[in-house]
């Protein structure tokens, strides 16, 4: 029996801006939770600057992809 973990994403949306969004929420979810197994494990280096990188360009344009009543001004 194989015990590997399997993910499947079903991403719903009438536009496809709204699955853009969902599709960005979850990379950063994802990208997240990679970072922290990474770190537990004592993997750092070139993929911690990589998620790192990544985490804060999503951060940073957040209010670009994500609807206006949810949308964080930016700095």
């Known amino acids: 029996m194989n015990f590997a973990h399997k993910y499947v994403l079903f991403i719903k949306g009438d536009t496809l801006d709204e699955v853009a969004e969902e599709a960005l929420h979850l990379v950063y979810v994802f ?8 770190r537990s494990q004592g993997r ?6 990589f ?14 992809y994500t609807n ?5 001004l930016p700095d």
């Open 51 to 64: 998620a790192l990188q990544l985490l804060a360009m999503l951060q940073r344009y957040r209010y670009l």
């Open 44 to 49: 750092n280096g070139e993929y911690e600057a």
């Open 31 to 38: 990208v997240m939770r990679a970072l922290q197994e990474h």
């Open 68 to 72: 206006p009543p949810q949308a964080p």
